[in-house]
């Protein structure tokens, strides 16, 4: 069982680069006995071309990607540790958005791969899609996050999802002192059809006590493969 948080191990030395407002919000672990929940506002929020909208329909349905536009839309962040049924630590990254009546939500589940020092982001309800995630700190104290390779996992079926029908996203975080609050934004494109989605916004962060994630924020099920 790691002692570390799961960023700080997949970073190494580059962890300590981090602001230290950064290091604390991706310092999440069981080992540290908190959690980050940040609120704030997404100023924009925009998808690509008409013909990509059946795409993020379908991801919406298990919360991969969410289809909704807006500006200045409420959403909430919650970074949960927890135990998973695998005995692996795992981090939530499930975002809310209320672009509409009716929320919206991506949910995201986090874990070391131990071998290669990668994380692994399981996306959906059901962790269908696993996502190594490319990680590294700017000159200013951010962290850049850049997706790789993507697998497909449903019960006996394992494949390499192609990246032709898939996208790759980029996220930039950073702690903005003159404001006091984190920015963040995302691109996803497809090398093939451009721009598929992306956000840009602002929040701030409680870090309440925490060794478990509430059960809402848990996927319906664990996937062993990484």
């Not at 981090?91 to 209320?98: A, D, G, I, P, S």
């Not at 309800?125 to 962290?143: I, P, R, S, W």
Request: with cysteine; hydrophobic share 40%.
């Amino acid at each position: 069982m790691s002692e570390t948080a799961i960023f700080r191990t997949a970073l190494g030395d580059e962890f300590d680069r981090l602001h230290p407002m950064m290091q604390r919000r991706f310092g999440v672990s069981l080992a540290g006995g908190y959690a980050c929940v940040g609120r704030g506002t997404m100023t924009h929020i925009r998808r690509g071309p008409w013909w990509t909208v059946p795409f993020l329909l379908i991801g919406r349905l298990r919360h991969i990607l969410v289809a909704d536009t807006g500006t200045n839309v409420p959403f909430v962040v919650e970074n949960y540790p927890y135990r998973d049924p695998l005995g692996r630590e795992t981090v939530t990254f499930v975002r809310e958005y209320r672009a509409r009546t009716k929320p919206a939500r991506f949910d995201a589940t986090m874990v070391l791969d131990p071998d290669r020092r990668t994380i692994v982001d399981y996306l959906g309800t059901h962790q269908h899609l696993a996502v190594d995630l490319h990680l590294e700190v700017d000159e200013n104290g951010g962290l850049v996050l850049r997706s790789d390779e993507q697998r497909f996992y449903e019960g006996p079926v394992a494949f390499r999802f192609p990246m032709l029908f898939s996208g790759r996203a980029e996220l930039h975080e950073r702690y903005d002192e003159a404001v006091g609050a984190f920015h963040i934004t995302l691109e996803v494109r497809n090398r093939l059809f451009g721009f598929l989605f992306g956000y840009e916004g602002w929040f701030t962060c409680d870090f309440p006590p925490a060794t478990d994630a509430p059960d809402r924020l848990k996927p319906v099920r664990h996937e062993s493969r990484l």
